[in-house]
């Protein structure tokens, strides 16, 4: 796999040197190794590799929720570093959104009072939220399931409320760990037709960790993280193009 970049587009996140280990003295573990990434404006980037490679800690190092041991991470021109932990939080909640393996939904909240949460950690009033919220949830296909719980929702459901909630705020940098795992083929494919729309926005950048083969499509590079080091990077043919 060719390592390639392009120093023309602008970059919404900028890694460099990233170093982070786990434990102490014979136990500590590094599990990112001086990694160095760009993920620019306008592009869904898929982050691959073997489980264990390190692609969840760079997530979460990117956003901000990890400490990291070494490095420099910048995110729309912020350093993380310098921000103390509560602006980090501030800014993580303005201009990011997260889909995570495990959906995360409150068991006493209806799919659209979830998918209106970070609406209302953000001070929107209530009707609006929730508004909003449900045109959210019709656009991944449960317009009709606004009102119920999650313990009467499928996995499959509940995963699209959970993308729901993490697209609700239109967040510039959106960061999703295997949003398709838990979706069939056609429910999977129309998720990320909105995630590549989402990427395709000029001031908004996406990031899939995936292991799923039918959706390398969907993106514009794909990087390949192995055994806590990028080891390429290459842009992906977009069908259609020469």
Same mark, same amino acid.
């Given at each position: 796999?060719?390592?390639? +970049? @392009? @120093?023309?587009? =602008?970059?919404?996140?900028?890694?460099?040197?990233?170093?982070?280990? &786990?434990?102490?003295?014979?136990? %500590?573990?590094? *599990?990112?190794?001086?990694? @160095?990434?760009?993920?620019?404006?306008?592009?869904?980037?898929?982050? *691959?590799?073997?489980?264990?490679?390190?692609?969840?800690?760079?997530?979460?190092?990117?956003?901000?929720?990890?400490?990291? @041991?070494?490095?420099?991470?910048?995110? &729309?021109?912020?350093?993380?570093?310098?921000?103390?932990?509560?602006?980090?939080?501030? &800014?993580?909640? %303005?201009?990011?959104? &997260?889909?995570?393996?495990?959906?995360?939904?409150?068991? *006493?909240?209806?799919?659209?009072?979830?998918?209106?949460?970070?609406?209302?950690?953000?001070?929107?009033?209530?009707?609006?939220?929730?508004?909003?919220?449900?045109?959210?949830?019709?656009?991944?296909?449960?317009?009709?399931?606004?009102?119920?719980?999650?313990?009467?929702? +499928?996995?499959?459901?509940?995963?699209?409320?959970?993308?729901?909630?993490?697209?609700?705020?239109? =967040?510039?940098?959106?960061?999703?760990?295997?949003?398709?795992?838990?979706?069939?083929? =056609?429910?999977?494919?129309?998720?990320?037709?909105?995630?590549?729309? *989402?990427?395709?926005? =000029?001031?908004?950048?996406?990031?899939?960790?995936?292991?799923?083969?039918?959706?390398?499509?969907?993106?514009?590079?794909?990087?390949?993280?192995?055994?806590?080091?990028?080891?390429?990077?290459?842009?992906?043919? %977009?069908?259609?193009?020469?």
């Amino acid at each position: 796999m060719k390592a390639m +970049s @392009d @120093d023309t587009q =602008p970059a919404a996140v900028r890694a460099r040197g990233i170093v982070k280990s &786990f434990g102490t003295g014979d136990t %500590q573990v590094t *599990v990112l190794k001086g990694i @160095d990434l760009d993920v620019y404006l306008g592009e869904l980037l898929l982050l *691959v590799g073997e489980s264990g490679g390190g692609k969840t800690t760079l997530l979460s190092a990117i956003a901000g929720i990890l400490d990291i @041991d070494e490095g420099d991470i910048d995110v &729309f021109g912020v350093p993380l570093s310098t921000l103390p932990a509560g602006k980090r939080t501030t &800014f993580r909640g %303005q201009t990011m959104g &997260f889909i995570y393996q495990q959906f995360n939904l409150l068991p *006493v909240l209806t799919a659209a009072e979830n998918v209106a949460v970070p609406l209302l950690i953000q001070k929107a009033a209530r009707p609006e939220a929730l508004h909003r919220a449900r045109i959210m949830l019709d656009r991944v296909g449960l317009g009709d399931r606004a009102e119920f719980l999650p313990k009467n929702l +499928s996995g499959g459901q509940q995963q699209r409320v959970a993308i729901a909630r993490a697209l609700v705020n239109e =967040p510039r940098l959106l960061i999703c760990d295997e949003p398709t795992a838990a979706l069939d083929g =056609p429910n999977g494919q129309k998720i990320m037709e909105l995630l590549r729309e *989402v990427g395709r926005s =000029p001031d908004r950048c996406v990031i899939v960790v995936t292991h799923d083969s039918r959706i390398f499509h969907f993106g514009d590079r794909m990087a390949n993280l192995t055994d806590g080091r990028i080891v390429g990077i290459e842009r992906i043919k %977009q069908e259609g193009t020469a």
